[in-house]
T-cell receptor
Framework: GNSVTQMEGPVTLSEEAFLTINCTYT??????LFWYVQYPGEGLQLLLKATKADDKGSNKGFEATYRKETTSFHLEKGSVQVSDSAVYFC????????????FGSGTQLTVLP | ETGVTQSPTHLIKTRGQQVTLRCSSQSGHNTVSWYQQALGQGPQFIFQ???????GRGNFPPRFSGLQFPNYSSELNVNALELDDSALYLC???????????????FGPGTRLTVL
């Protein structure tokens, strides 16, 4: 089956620190990979995506590279801000009828000023 | 362009009751997916509706059912509510094109269901 494993949280960083949130996956076939962000009291927002091996997704200073050899899609940002405080979810979708998203358990990030 | 909207925002029910949650898809989208997000967990896929028919289902019992209407809005119905059904229910809409490798899903803010 398909599954996503994220690093355990919560993660607390100081403003301008470097962020890495690890994500590995297991999938049948060739998945598309996503990072979603959930701010308090809100639904999920797509942060970035990559649809094939070696693709790099990027948005708002966040980056993640689709690594097929290590089945990973780690999220990075060089300098976090207080406004980045949220829950981050790694997810995958495989080709098929529904192409539903399979999510990891989420990583809570808190950035302190 | 109107995004995905859900109603109600919050709902409190008791065990054994039935509940209906509603979702309006984003303009131009023809597919609606429903997810259950328990506290502190990632969302779990319930089912998807495409052109008014169920187009895939996750590991949820038959008491979870749904509908999609001609305007592509959707309902999620849950019968015989259990305490474990307490969760945030998320709706996501997308445009399904059989020729594409993925279809980006846009999420609504969710309905928080509490079962007492």
């Amino acid at each position: 089956g398909n599954s996503v494993t994220q690093m355990e949280g919560p993660v607390t960083l100081s403003e301008e620190a470097f962020l890495t949130i690890n994500c590995t996956y297991t999938a049948t076939g060739y998945p598309s990979l996503f990072w979603y962000v959930q701010y308090p009291g809100e639904g999920l927002q797509l942060l970035l995506k990559a649809t094939k091996a070696d693709d790099k997704g990027s948005n708002k200073g966040f980056e993640a590279t689709y690594r097929k050899e290590t089945t990973s899609f780690h999220l990075e940002k060089g300098s976090v801000q207080v406004s980045d405080s949220a829950v981050y979810f790694c997810a995958l979708s495989v080709a098929g009828s529904a192409r539903q998203l399979t999510f990891g358990s989420g990583t809570q990030l808190t950035v302190l000023p | 362009e109107t995004g995905v909207t859900q109603s109600p925002t919050h709902l409190i029910k008791t065990r054994g009751q039935q509940v209906t949650l509603r979702c309006s898809s984003q303009s131009g989208h023809n597919t609606v997916s429903w997810y259950q997000q328990a506290l502190g967990q990632g969302p779990q896929f319930i089912f998807q509706y495409y052109r008014e028919e169920e187009n895939g289902r996750g590991n949820f019992p038959p008491r979870f059912s749904g509908l999609q209407f001609p305007n592509y809005s959707s309902e999620l119905n849950v019968n015989a509510l259990e305490l474990d059904d307490s969760a945030l229910y998320l709706c996501a809409s997308s445009y399904k094109d059989r020729g594409s490798s993925y279809n980006e899903q846009f999420f609504g803010p969710g309905t928080r269901l509490t079962v007492l």
